[in-house]
Every structure is written in structure tokens, then in C-alpha cells.
């Protein structure tokens, strides 16, 4: 298994409680580079998840989305660093250029404070969402061009990268250049490629824009976060050395 591979998968631990996600990431400490908690986890676990889960060796996403007045997002921001063990952290670029200048403002004072501060990453938009989806909440335009300019606005407001769907990731890395972080979620393995995944073909669940492992990684992506192919696997280690290899034969 290749170390450059392990931590480029983010593994989502999308779990409603601490017990079950960490039975899982114990299991995979040494198969994925990075733990992903989001707002279910931590709004039942609270910073014990952080502690707990980053006590296991990969790396700390805390995936909470922040979103609201640029003061309260700068508090959310230096509350989440003086957790610890945090490398990245995530806000929605919809919230605009002052509030992620906050969120970077207070990435910032806590650096010339002496503390480690994770990377900020902004959400484009959902990969959930299709062109439908945006036409309906007053977004127009098709979801590629809209990621890729909300995409220059979170480098020019700070951000250290952004998380888009796999397929816009050639698009963001010409507009934002090689050293802008892009982390892409909705991946989805090959059916029949392995025992990643009990999917069924063509089912998407939630997923509007998705892609494979090898195509994230072919086209860009710096990080790939996987959830249910692993979480919801008859063997979840089996599933994730899969995925795996699929990003080493991506990189090769």
C-alpha cells in the first residue's frame, strides 16, 4: 500500500454517535490517511469525537460547514482551532468574500499565536446539487461555472483550497493553480471493481455529481473523501484497499 495513496483518501465517518464510528476508524487507522467528522457526529459527540478519533494516528477533517455573519464564523473558526488536532476545516464560499476573509483572519491570529491551524477549505457548491437543483434556489448558469468562480473567490478571500465535485476539478485547478488544496467528495468505485461498495449500478443515492477514485485523482484531486463505498461495505477494509489501489493506479 502506497503512503503517497493512504493519505490522499479521506475517509467520511458519517455516523450518528462516537461508538460505532470509532470501532470503524480503528479498524482503518492504518488504511486512510485522514478522518472526516461531520455535523451529525459532532453536533452528538461534540469535541470527544475530535479527541478520540484524532487520538488514532490519521489526520482531523471537521467537516461543519460554517456559515453565517462573518463575526460569528471568525469565533466558530478560532473555537475549532483550540480544539486541536484539526487540519482541516471547512465554510461555505456562498457566505461571501467578507466572511471567509473572517474565517482566514482568524486562521491567521492563531498562527502568529503559536498554534496549529488546519487548513481552510471553502465548500463551492453541494454535490448533491445538479443545474436543476441551483436553477430552483436562484442559482443560474451550470454548477461548473459557478464552482469555478466561487472557487477564485476563496483563494482571493484566503481559503488554502476548496472542495468541489470531480468534475470540476480540471476547471478549478487552471483558474486557482497547482498549490490551491482541492478536496472532492461524491466518489463513487466502479461497480464491479472490487468489494468496495454493495451499490447497486446506477444508483447514486444522494450523489448529483460524482466519479470514480481514478478519475478524481487523474484529474487533480489532491484528496478524495469517501464515505458509504467503505462505511456501508460487507468488509470495509477490503473495500478501502480497493480504493486504494485504484488512487495508485491513478498516480502511476
Same mark, same amino acid.
Given at each position: 500500500?502506497?503512503?503517497?495513496?493512504?493519505?490522499?483518501?479521506?475517509?467520511?465517518?458519517?455516523?450518528?454517535?462516537?461508538?460505532?464510528?470509532?470501532?470503524?476508524?480503528?479498524?482503518?487507522?492504518?488504511?486512510?490517511?485522514?478522518?472526516?467528522?461531520?455535523?451529525?457526529?459532532?453536533?452528538?459527540?461534540?469535541?470527544?469525537?475530535?479527541?478520540?478519533?484524532?487520538?488514532?494516528?490519521?489526520?482531523?477533517?471537521?467537516?461543519?460547514?460554517?456559515?453565517?455573519?462573518?463575526?460569528?464564523?471568525?469565533?466558530?473558526?478560532?473555537?475549532?482551532?483550540?480544539?486541536?488536532?484539526?487540519?482541516?476545516?471547512?465554510?461555505?464560499?456562498?457566505?461571501?468574500?467578507?466572511?471567509?476573509?473572517?474565517?482566514?483572519?482568524?486562521?491567521?491570529?492563531?498562527?502568529?499565536?503559536?498554534?496549529?491551524?488546519?487548513?481552510?477549505?471553502?465548500?463551492?457548491?453541494?454535490?448533491?446539487?445538479?443545474?436543476?437543483?441551483?436553477?430552483?434556489?436562484?442559482?443560474?448558469?451550470?454548477?461548473?461555472?459557478?464552482?469555478?468562480?466561487?472557487?477564485?473567490?476563496?483563494?482571493?478571500?484566503?481559503?488554502?483550497?476548496?472542495?468541489?465535485?470531480?468534475?470540476?476539478?480540471?476547471?478549478?485547478?487552471?483558474?486557482?493553480?497547482?498549490?490551491?488544496?482541492?478536496?472532492?467528495?461524491?466518489?463513487?468505485?466502479?461497480?464491479?471493481?472490487?468489494?468496495?461498495?454493495?451499490?447497486?449500478?446506477?444508483?447514486?443515492?444522494?450523489? $448529483?455529481?460524482?466519479?470514480?477514485?481514478?478519475?478524481?485523482?487523474?484529474?487533480?484531486?489532491?484528496?478524495?473523501?469517501?464515505?458509504?463505498?467503505?462505511?456501508?461495505?460487507?468488509?470495509?477494509?477490503?473495500? $478501502?484497499?480497493?480504493?486504494?489501489?485504484?488512487?495508485?493506479?491513478?498516480?502511476?
Amino acid at each position: 500500500m502506497s503512503e503517497r495513496a493512504r493519505q490522499k483518501l479521506i475517509l467520511a465517518l458519517d455516523f450518528p454517535s462516537l461508538e460505532p464510528a470509532l470501532e470503524l476508524a480503528q479498524s482503518l487507522a492504518s488504511v486512510v490517511g485522514i478522518f472526516k467528522i461531520n455535523i451529525h457526529l459532532f453536533t452528538a459527540e461534540g469535541p470527544l469525537a475530535v479527541r478520540k478519533l484524532g487520538q488514532l494516528g490519521p489526520g482531523i477533517f471537521l467537516d461543519l460547514k460554517f456559515h453565517d455573519i462573518p463575526n460569528t464564523v471568525k469565533g466558530a473558526v478560532s473555537s475549532a482551532i483550540a480544539l486541536g488536532g484539526v487540519q482541516f476545516l471547512d465554510i461555505h464560499a456562498l457566505g461571501g468574500v467578507e466572511m471567509m476573509g473572517a474565517a482566514a483572519k482568524a486562521r491567521d491570529e492563531a498562527k502568529a499565536a503559536k498554534f496549529p491551524v488546519p487548513q481552510l477549505l471553502a465548500i463551492t457548491i453541494l454535490t448533491s446539487m445538479d443545474n436543476a437543483a441551483l436553477r430552483a434556489v436562484g442559482i443560474n448558469g451550470p454548477a461548473s461555472g459557478r464552482v469555478v468562480q466561487l472557487a477564485r473567490l476563496a483563494k482571493k478571500s484566503g481559503m488554502d483550497g476548496v472542495v468541489a465535485s470531480p468534475q470540476e476539478v480540471r476547471a478549478i485547478r487552471r483558474a486557482c493553480g497547482k498549490d490551491f488544496l482541492i478536496v472532492v467528495p461524491g466518489i463513487r468505485p466502479e461497480v464491479g471493481a472490487g468489494p468496495a461498495s454493495k451499490q447497486k449500478k446506477g444508483k447514486r443515492d444522494d450523489q $448529483a455529481r460524482i466519479a470514480t477514485p481514478a478519475a478524481a485523482i487523474r484529474a487533480g484531486a489532491d484528496y478524495i473523501v469517501v464515505g458509504r463505498p467503505i462505511t456501508g461495505a460487507a468488509d470495509p477494509d477490503s473495500a $478501502a484497499r480497493a480504493i486504494l489501489e485504484e488512487i495508485n493506479l491513478a498516480l502511476s
